[in-house]
């Protein structure tokens, strides 16, 4: 059981280029969530996604660009990397969300990918 | 806007030392609430969780959590640390009917535990 998993575990990149991080779920679940960790910040939502080709924006997406052409995969585009976007990101899947008269859904986390950006 | 506050940054205790770390949440409707752990270099790791039902919640390694509604809080305990807890935690809160369904994240608590 795969489980959750991403690639690749660590890049460094330039400024300027364009860097695709992967995600890749094996339960079928129908929500994805991209998540960028930061000193001081925690964890911040940058795209979620309620199934394949259903995407939106969350708290931070301004650089970002995802898909999700089928409910596996979820990968995560920086367009035009910044130092800024230097981060550790991870992607996360649940079943569902919390909505009112059912029940909670926990989300599974990836192992993260680490890029710098110089 | 809805928002997790951790009182904590970093907590320092010796082994055998009790546990308690602060959660806070701003929302006034229904939401699940989660405690997740970080070890050093991997990813974050559900502790315990709480949906509904009793307010006193057990989690894996002896962790436990209280839900106060009325004090909008889900603090974190354990009776005696070990080395082994050495990590980073965060408290999450998932509200009910956001239509994103996003975890919302406290900045986190470092543990550091000394032998």
């Known amino acids: 059981d795969a489980g959750i998993t991403q690639s690749p575990r660590y890049k460094i990149t330039e400024t300027g280029r364009q860097v695709t991080l992967m995600c890749h779920q094996t339960w079928s679940h129908s929500y994805m969530f991209w998540y960028r960790q930061d000193l001081g910040h925690g964890l911040r939502l940058i795209y979620y996604s309620a199934a394949a080709d259903i995407t939106d924006k969350g708290e931070v997406p301004d650089g970002y660009v995802v898909s999700r052409s089928k409910t596996e995969n979820f990968p995560l585009t920086l367009e035009s990397a910044t130092r800024s976007q230097t981060s550790v990101y991870f992607c996360?899947?649940?079943?569902?969300?919390?909505?009112?008269?059912?029940?909670?859904?926990?989300?599974?986390f990836g192992p993260g990918t680490r890029l710098t950006v110089t | 806007a809805q928002s997790v506050s951790q009182h904590n940054h970093h907590v320092i205790l010796s082994e055998a030392a009790s546990l308690e770390l602060g959660c806070n949440y701003s929302?006034?409707?229904?939401?699940?609430l989660f405690w997740y752990v970080q070890y050093p270099g991997q990813h974050l790791q559900l502790l315990l969780k709480y949906f509904s039902g009793d307010p006193l919640v057990k989690g894996i390694k002896g962790f436990e959590a209280e839900f106060i509604k009325s004090k909008f809080s889900f603090n974190l305990r354990k009776p005696s640390v070990q080395w082994s807890d050495t990590a980073e935690y965060f408290c999450?809160?998932?509200?009910?009917?956001?239509?994103?369904?996003?975890?919302?994240f406290g900045k986190g608590t470092k543990l550091s535990v000394k032998p």
């Open positions: 929302y006034g409707g229904t939401v699940n």
């Open positions: 996360a899947s649940s079943k569902g969300v919390p909505e009112t008269g059912t029940r909670g859904y926990e989300q599974y």
């Open positions: 999450a809160v998932n509200p009910y009917g956001g239509s994103q369904g996003n975890l919302i």
